[in-house]
Nanobody
Framework: QVQLVESGGGLVQAGDSLRLSCAASGRFSGYNMGWFRQAPGKEREFVAAISRSGGYTRYADSVKGRFTISRDNAKNTVNLQMNSLKSEDTAVYYC???????????????????WGQGTQVTVSS
């Protein structure tokens, strides 16, 4: 089992950058990790994912080229660097852990077993 705690959210202006972090307990290196987000009135959507070793990453088209996911297995953390933020990036951002061995379908929320409580990101235009 793993516990996830997100941090780094806040209020920024369009064009600014923000770095989210997710601290994990447990056997962190055994989990694929993902970031999802949910805006008011919308369903939760995939943002980015990274495999257990960090060798494979995947991004939603809406954030590709602007966001970067990374992980540090020694520090049990996964980060999401968000650049060139837009108002449409406003949402609660969730960190999630997948205990499955495969890196297939990391864009699907159903694949993830554990979730953090979320951190609010607000981008003003």
């Amino acid at each position: 089992q793993v516990q996830l705690v997100e941090s780094g959210g806040g209020l920024v202006q369009a064009g600014d950058s923000l770095r989210l972090s997710c601290a994990a307990s447990g056997r962190f290196s055994g989990y694929n990790m993902g970031w999802f987000r949910q805006a008011p009135g919308k369903e939760r959507e995939f943002v980015a994912a990274i495999s257990r070793s960090g060798g494979y990453t995947r991004y939603a088209d809406s954030v590709k080229g602007r966001f970067t996911i990374s992980r540090d297995n020694a520090k049990n953390t996964v980060n999401l660097q968000m650049n060139s933020l837009k108002s449409e990036d406003t949402a609660v951002y969730y960190c999630a852990a997948d205990s499955g061995g495969s890196s297939w379908n990391l864009g699907l929320s159903q694949k993830y077993d554990y979730w953090g409580q979320g951190t609010q990101v607000t981008v003003s235009s």
